[in-house]
């Protein structure tokens, strides 16, 4: 199975940063960063990945005190560029945004970082969920969903397109010849659509691994269907193993009108885990960092991910069904579960404390962690997993020393790299030039 981190400096659960252990400042010490994607390497996780927003939040902020995230960090590539220079073999993923980013930038960026670390670059689609980042771009609010996703779509269809601008073997250093690369094998990039329109080509040779690696993690129609075209990386949302297996099933059976095998996307889960000597344990654990939480921040969260103010709302009363948006237009799995908790008829302070933002934790002891990650793959449920780690060190310690040794023992996670690049360790094909298809 694969394993995949979803990095934050102090831990992705909003209580991290108040814990003991937590370092103040990490978030922009790149030496924490290389620190803990050396102890991921050490590890033998396939992927450090690094979620990204072009945004701060403007408002509300005496509340977004108690949640920093997105305030204070370092920008992927930076960040990811630096870690290639401090690691041999885990993949290096990061998100940007196809709203908000030019394909030539992106396409640029993604393939120096590919050069940087030898083959380990990975690029996550997203058309981005906030009205934060629209107003840092000269928009009052996000386009429409859809329109976002026919974005994307020509997006990455564009950077694929420069990733193709140049054959493996363009550049030949012919020194007696005077000829540094092949004309013959340079392809410029004509394209006019219906949000790009660009001519021109990418100033660097093509990438170690033809294209870096394509990750998604929509989970809407659109999303999907992006995905089965596009991604070698699918995150998708826990949730129960029939909700998982219905999405890795129509996710993968999408694949086949583009022509594509399924084994040439990986779906890994996410999957949120607290390790214990018992359950008990693992779970004060659990109650201990949820008390860093207070009330008025899950609201807020909630607030944001149905896309409308709840703050006024008194937490000891059920949400009134009027305040349920007609539809989403950010995250549709998000907003989809906030509307089922209002529906069964909890209280706001109830649903607060339930609402785990498609996150979901599993307290247990590390057998039962490593049964249950079994269970899920061979299930047919995903490929491997995503781990949002809650809470540093504490939890990626647990994880690696006492869940990862398990699963080795079974067989089901490698003790050694395979290959040089992100694309060998996933078992995922190098595409071939489309000028030579
Ligand atoms: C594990 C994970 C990581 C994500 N990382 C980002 C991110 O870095 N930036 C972002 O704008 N959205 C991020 N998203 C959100 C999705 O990419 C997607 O935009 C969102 O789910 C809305 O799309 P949908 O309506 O198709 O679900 C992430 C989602 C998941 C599950």
Avoid at 46 to 64: G, H, I, K, Y
Avoid at 373 to 390: H, K, N, Q
Wanted: aromatic share 10%; with cysteine.
């Amino acid at each position: 199975m694969a394993l995949a981190c979803l990095f934050q400096a102090n831990g992705q659960h909003n209580g991290a940063w108040r814990m003991p252990e937590a370092e103040p400042g990490a978030d922009t010490d790149i030496q924490h960063y290389i620190r803990y994607a050396q102890k991921l390497e050490a590890a033998k996780f396939d992927l450090f990945f690094l979620a990204d927003t072009p945004a701060s939040r403007t408002d509300n902020l005496e509340v977004w005190t108690k949640s920093p995230i997105y305030q204070n960090g370092l920008e992927p590539i930076t960040v990811l560029s630096a870690l290639a220079m401090h690691t041999r073999h885990i993949g290096l993923g990061g998100t940007m945004s196809t709203s908000f980013s030019e394909p030539f930038n992106i396409a640029r960026q993604f393939a120096a970082l590919d050069h940087i670390s030898g083959g380990r670059a990975a690029w996550n689609v997203v058309t981005s969920a906030n009205d934060y980042a629209a107003r840092n771009f000269g928009l009052d609010r996000l386009p429409p969903h859809a329109r976002r996703y026919e974005k994307a779509g020509e997006c990455v269809d564009v950077v694929q397109k420069y990733w193709d601008t140049w054959e493996d073997d363009a550049f030949i250093f012919d020194k007696e010849g005077a000829r540094q690369f092949d004309p013959a094998k340079y392809h410029v990039v004509d394209h006019d659509g219906e949000f790009f329109k660009v001519y021109g080509g990418l100033n660097v040779a093509r990438a170690p691994q033809g294209h870096p690696v394509i990750i998604q993690a929509g989970a809407s129609d659109a999303g999907k269907e992006l995905a089965a075209r596009t991604a070698q990386v699918v995150f998708g949302t826990g949730g129960s193993k029939e909700a998982a297996r219905a999405f890795y099933t129509d996710l993968k059976g999408r694949m086949a009108k583009y022509g594509r095998a399924q084994d040439q996307l990986k779906v890994l889960s996410g999957l949120n885990v607290i390790i214990g000597d018992t359950v008990q344990e693992a779970e004060e654990k659990y109650e201990y960092l949820r008390s860093f939480i207070p009330p008025e921040l899950s609201v807020l969260y909630l607030s944001m991910d149905l896309e409308t103010q709840l703050l006024d709302l008194p937490l000891d009363a059920p949400i009134p069904e009027d305040r349920i948006p007609a539809a989403s237009n950010h995250h549709t799995a998000y907003f989809n579960q906030i509307v089922e908790l209002i529906r069964s008829g909890k209280t706001l302070r109830e649903i607060a404390a339930s609402y785990k933002r498609g996150n979901r934790f599993m307290c247990g002891t590390p057998e039962m962690v490593a049964d249950w990650m079994e269970e899920w793959v061979s299930e047919g449920c995903g490929d491997g997993f995503m781990l949002p780690l809650a809470y540093l060190p504490g939890i990626l310690d647990d994880f690696a020393g006492k869940v990862i040794p398990i699963l080795q023992e079974r067989g089901l996670y490698k003790t050694e790299y395979a290959g040089e690049t992100l694309r060998d360790g996933l078992g995922l094909d190098r595409p071939v030039n489309q000028h030579l298809l």
